[in-house]
């Protein structure tokens, strides 16, 4: 099962490479991680997607807590929560038929076109990963340049948080 | 105060209770070996292989349950100690090893003896540090040792930058007695109500099986253990790792368990309906395929690391905690509970247990003129008395060693359980020889893995560290030869030694004492010489059966009731079926 995993981790060099070598050393899947610094400078906010048995998600938030660097952590999946990821596409955009049809598909998924150049547009596009893939499956594929994704955040909702 | 880099870390060492570091100079230590040189409180052992420093420290720790500390230089300092630091890693020894690294401002341009050492020791340690700024370089050797000594214990790397160390540059030090990571509280009380559900489970067993490990060990839980085991009257068995914890020769004890553990305690583990496992893994050696593991068992598990409980073996009542903390108030809830334990099922249980020790699964034959490496241990264990300090390399004599020497105590027993380390044990035995050098120390090792660290005799020398080479020399790498012969048809493929050194010239050139014995009738006399020569070296190099197996033997994807025994264990079984004796 797919699980989103939000972290808080020091701020400080070797963190990710102790998370990430972890995953791979012990074999566990990352669909995707991202990572920035917060509000607080000495801390960084990381969000791990991943998939596994519940045996196996048990051991990934185990070996996660007891990595030092980690100073809190929590298993969003089973709570109300809200998962986002950026996406920029950059797609061909070559007579007013392409272009149009481009600037129509956008409009309906919400993206946002942020570049243009005669035969380009750079569009951006925020959601779940759900719907940032069905744009990109509605996009002709011919049509795609380039795909750049972030990799999914996410935050509790309502009053709960993950903080100190 | 004001200290310089170098001056910082000896005088730290000396405020942390430090007496011994081994190590090895390099070129971005050398401003460390300088101050070293200029006091004594903090001795310094010269090993002849960083390898060596780092199982010597692990042999002090294991033995003291002081954090061992090593000192060495950047590069291949370095990566010469990650075997020692992987070896403790693997079996939750508090080590603090100070690495030398090239000076900041070249680090990352490939310099001379550089290798990024944080990076590199990063999977085998509990944590590492690289000090950027000489003002956090007391409060980040207090978090090493810290860190490294408390929870779980573990192995942890300092790597410190040569500017850091400069002598001229000096600021105020100050002893960080306290230290706080927020990220990091180890717990050590289990869950109240988790540790009542426990005992409730226990008391109500028909058929316990208390199984125990080195968590016992780390957390000097010793007589907790004892009193608790004693009080249920249950049946115990302990890993590779918790030997002597409880006592060896105590009737409660059957003995190891595991891949070459005895037929009753494997059996006891297969048909218990209670398992209490307390600091211990559920290792693969332990567990044989865990499919078929304890099939009729409500497992309770208690340790200190949460991600230890239900990683392989999923625990009915789990208690993340310290075993001496959880076993005092197990105790304390044992004494005010009502309930008991019921004895007439209890002692059906242990009539069963006995009929199968009955087997006698270590059993072997002697014979005329061909000395087996079960009796050469058994005879050290005589010739000691039980109470030597005894370390082991990696292979069929840590087996032996295992098997036949009985140890009564904790801390006794020093080898490399988890990752299986060749080389471990003389550098180990100097270890415990330098913190108890009263005490007998002795290395049961074989031809193979005596060869691996053999360079620490030289060390032995120069310090005085008289421990006792116990060498059984099958000539072949015994515990692969053995696999060899079961599962591959006897192809022995590169595991016969030959142009082996004569050993007894080349512990002598060393300047120790070498003896060689081949023949069972002058074991006994070899042994006793070895161990009155009290301010020697001595090596005994002890020739003995090519063929001789480890017995009983779980092989892979096999349960704990599907052991192999030794032909003459399989014809006493025939005899005792006859009888009707054994069920």
């Given amino acids: 099962m797919r699980h989103i995993i939000s972290l808080l981790v020091e701020n400080e060099a070797g963190a990710l490479s102790r998370i990430s070598g972890l995953f791979s050393a012990r074999g566990y899947n990352i669909e995707s991680l991202t990572v920035a ?97 069905a744009y990109i499956r509605a996009m002709h594929e011919n049509n795609i340049i380039e795909v750049v994704r972030s990799g999914s955040m996410g935050i509790l909702r309502g009053e709960k948080a993950l903080t100190l | 105060m004001e200290l310089s880099g170098s001056e910082i870390i000896i005088q730290f060492l000396k405020d942390e209770g430090v007496k011994h570091i081994f190590g090895y100079p390099g070129g971005a230590v050398l401003h460390i070996y300088d101050a070293l040189q200029k006091q004594t409180d903090v001795e310094h052992i010269l090993v002849r292989h960083e390898q060596g420093a780092s199982h010597a420290a692990d042999g002090y720790a294991r033995a003291t349950g002081k954090p061992g500390v090593c000192l060495v230089t950047s590069g291949p300092g370095a990566t010469n100690a990650i075997t020692g630091i992987a070896t403790a890693y693997m079996d939750s020894i508090p080590l603090v090893v100070i690495t030398g690294q090239v000076p900041s401002h070249v680090i990352g341009q490939d310099a001379f003896q550089e290798v990024d050492a944080v990076g590199v020791s990063r999977p085998c340690v509990k944590h590492n540090f690289l000090v950027k700024d000489l003002s956090k370089l007391a409060e980040t050797l207090k978090k090493a040792f810290y860190v490294a000594t408390t929870g779980r214990p573990g192995p942890v790397v300092v790597d410190i930058p040569k500017d850091i160390t400069a002598p001229h540059i000096k600021i105020p030090y100050e002893y960080p007695a306290k230290v706080d990571i927020r990220s990091y509280n180890p717990n050590f009380k289990g869950h109240p109500r988790q540790i009542k559900r426990a005992v409730e489970l226990m008391l109500s067993a028909k058929r316990p099986m208390v199984y125990t490990g080195g968590g016992i060990i780390m957390d000097n839980a010793s ?75 409500q497992i309770i598990h208690v340790d200190i690391d949460p991600a230890s409980i239900s990683k392989t073996i999923n625990a009915d009542i789990p208690i993340v905690g310290g075993a001496k903390q959880v076993l005092s108030e197990m105790i304390k809830q044992i004494d005010s509970t009502d309930a008991r334990v019921d004895q007439t099922a209890l002692d059906n249980w242990w009539n069963t247990i006995k009929t199968w020790q009955q087997q006698d699964s270590f ?26 300090y005894i ?59 005596i060869q691996m660290c053999m360079q620490e005799l030289s060390t032995c020398l120069q310090y005085g560290l008289h421990v006792k080479i116990i060498n059984l020399n099958n000539r072949y790498l015994g515990m692969v030869r053995q696999w060899q012969e079961f599962f591959y048809e006897k192809r022995y493929s590169h595991v016969y030694m030959d142009s082996l050194p004569d050993f007894v010239k080349l512990v002598e050139a060393y300047g120790h004492v070498g003896i060689r014995v ?14 009155k020569l009290k301010d020697r070296t001595v090596f005994l190099d002890i020739i003995t059966d090519q063929e001789a197996n480890v017995y009983p033997m779980i092989s892979a994807g096999k349960a704990h009731n599907e052991m192999d025994i030794s032909p003459l264990q399989q014809a006493r079984q025939a005899a005792l079926r006859e009888k009707g004796e054994l069920v």
């Fill in chain 1, 37 to 133: 610094t917060t509000e607080d400078q000495t801390l960084s906010r990381m969000t791990i997607i991943t998939t596994g048995s519940d045996r196996i998600i048990e051991q990934i938030t185990k070996q996660l807590n007891k990595l030092i660097d980690v100073v809190k952590l929590q298993d969003f999946t089973e709570g109300n929560f809200i998962e986002r990821e950026m996406m920029f596409v950059k797609v061909k955009a070559e007579g007013d038929t392409q272009r149009g049809e481009v600037k129509r598909l956008s409009d309906i998924f919400r993206a946002r076109i942020i570049d243009v150049t005669d035969t380009t547009f750079c569009i951006e596009l925020t959601g779940s990963g759900d719907k940032l893939d």
């Fill in chain 2, 223 to 297: 007589q907790e253990l004892r009193d608790f085991v004693r009080r249920l009257g249950f049946p115990i068995t302990q890993t590779l790792m918790g030997l002597g914890a409880f006592p060896g020769t105590d009737p409660q004890f059957i003995g190891m368990l595991g891949m070459h553990g005895t037929y009753e305690a494997n059996m006891a583990m297969h048909e218990c309906d209670v398992l209490i496992c307390i600091g211990a893994r559920f290792d693969d050696r332990i567990t044989g395929v865990t499919s078929k593991f304890c099939p009729y068992a």
């Fill in chain 2, 363 to 388: 059993a072997y034959e002697k014979k005329d003129g061909l000395i087996q490496p079960q009796e050469a241990v058994e005879e050290l264990y005589k010739v000691t008395g039980g109470d030597a």
């Fill in chain 2, 391 to 449: 370390t082991s390399d990696v292979g069929q004599h840590q087996m032996y060693a295992a098997q036949f020497y009985h140890f009564d105590e904790p801390r006794r027993w020093i080898n490399s359980g988890g990752l299986g380390t060749m080389g471990f044990g003389l550098p180990a035995a100097m270890g415990v020889k330098l913190a108890f050098p009263d005490k007998d120390v002795a290395c049961v090792t074989g031809e193979g893995s």
């Fill in chain 2, 518 to 531: 081949d023949d069972p009738k002058d074991l006994h006399d070899a042994m006793a010489e070895a161990f």
